[in-house]
């Protein structure tokens, strides 16, 4: 019996480090892959514990003259109470204690079946009010507040050190952007999700969006982008410039991503990285971005005078690192020294090419004001909600500081004073995480 158990174990550590390869289908394409991927993984925990944060916010004001179809939803969602008494004490100056934080926590754990199997969406938005430019049916605004609420928490939590990248990729999942019509938005949208989607290193999604957006803009010769690169880049520009600047984004994106991926998809990373050269030299835009692949381009064409000269360009940039700027003198030198190719396999490769770029993206996109825009956009609750976004932001990173064994020792006494079921929950939560 003790050798059964042995084995089992075994199989079970194999069955670990493969990933229980057997169960995979081999016949799913890589893309079919990476969607399976992203549905397991889209749920963790703290997504969870964020969605439930989020529905009782969201389902405070539901009484019997306020969507009183939703008061069955509030039911369920339990004592939301304990969240809204959360909020209302400080976080920022400590004035919750360990129960207050585990309080909360026991009622999520109690119901958290029911908030994963829940699409929060059947209830109203965060924000209130907005004022769409153009001309849409009650039905089309309340799907638009609900999509445009999802993407700035999902850029929003991007930002944040203590949500992070899962919590952004399951807020930007929840835009249902394969059926809403072709539009300005749905590039965004598509856009920002791909950007996700390469942090995660689902490559094939990424360029799904990307190829369908350059489809699009170019297709579209009257799409009209001046409300997002007006916000970006804080400078207005002409329409047309607004849609070559949106198409050469997408080019450089889509050709960073086949870069990763390899093989076949190289040369057409190439093809892309020119075409947005081209769009950028139109406009007569030189940055980090076009400096680095022109860096790029010159290296793979083996033209060593062009590319230290776009090297010592973008080596003055403030947005690289010191080991950056070294990895740069390390490939001048190279150059120098005319070791056709060895720069490509060493210090300046498609990594390193790809950190840049999408360094240089991820900060235009922080630069935006986020909470002005949406009070320009005439969302008129925005300071509430993002003050809301700060509180459980705080939340679950002291939640999350609980899970250390100073925390722990700090909270114990207190939890064991107050109540014996709390403490199970506490040590229930520290063994789950």
């Known amino acids: 019996m ?24 081999d016949n799913l394409t890589p893309i079919e892959k990476e969607r399976l991927e992203l549905e397991e993984s889209v749920y963790s925990y703290k997504v969870l514990f964020w969605k439930y944060m989020k ?29 809204y008494d959360m909020y209302d004490k400080k976080i920022e100056n400590d004035e919750l204690s360990p129960l207050d934080y585990i309080t909360v926590y026991k009622d999520f754990t109690e119901i958290k079946d029911y908030i994963k199997e829940t699409d929060e969406d059947i209830l109203p938005s965060i924000f ?27 850029v929003v939590s991007m930002f944040s050190r203590d949500l992070g990248k899962e919590i952004a990729l399951y807020e930007i999942t929840k835009v249902d952007v394969e059926n809403a ?17 390469f942090e995660k290193g689902m490559t094939y999604l990424a360029a799904a969006d990307l190829t369908q957006n350059i489809n699009y803009i170019e297709k579209s010769r009257t799409a009209d982008f001046l409300d997002y690169y007006w916000y970006l880049y804080g400078k207005n520009i002409s329409r047309q410039n607004a849609q070559d600047l949106s198409l050469g984004i997408n080019y450089l994106l889509r050709g960073i ?46 033209d060593s005078e062009k590319a230290i000269t776009s090297l010592l360009k973008l080596r003055q940039s403030k947005m690289l690192t010191d080991k950056e700027k070294k990895s740069i ?16 396999n060493t210090v300046y490769d498609k990594y390193f090419l790809s950190k840049i770029v999408m360094k240089y993206t991820w900060n235009t996109v922080k630069e935006l004001n986020w909470r002005r825009l949406m009070k320009e956009k005439g969302f008129n609750n925005t300071d509430a909600v993002f003050e809301k976004i700060d509180a459980t932001t705080e939340f679950i990173k002291n939640l ?30 520290w063994n789950e995480n």
């Open 128 to 154: 209130k009010g907005g004022t769409p430019e153009k001309k849409l049916t009650p039905e089309e605004e309340i799907k638009l507040r609900k999509s445009t609420e999802h993407l700035v928490l999902s």
């Open 329 to 344: 003198d390390e490939a001048v030198g190279y150059l120098k020294n005319r070791e056709s190719g060895k720069v490509l």
């Open 257 to 302: 991503d086949r870069l990763r991926i390899g093989g076949e998809k190289e040369q057409g990373a190439l093809e892309d990285f020119q075409a947005f050269l081209n769009i950028m030299n139109h406009l007569g835009v030189q940055t980090e971005l076009t400096l680095a692949i022109e860096t790029y381009l010159h290296l793979k064409k083996e």
């Open 2 to 25: 003790k050798n059964f158990f042995y084995h089992i174990t075994i199989i079970a550590f194999i069955c670990s480090l493969n990933s229980c390869s057997f169960l995979e289908d």
């Open 181 to 197: 019509p072709e539009s300005e938005e749905k590039c965004v949208f598509r856009l920002f999700r791909a950007m996700l989607f």
């Open 400 to 429: 999350e500081k609980l899970t250390t064994e100073d925390g722990i020792n700090e909270a114990g006494k207190e939890l064991k004073e107050g109540s014996e079921e709390l403490w199970d929950k506490a040590k229930d939560f």
């Open 55 to 83: 529905m009782t916010f969201k389902a405070k004001d539901i009484n019997e003259d306020n969507h009183p179809e939703l008061l069955p939803v509030k039911e369920k969602l339990g004592n939301i109470q304990n969240v």
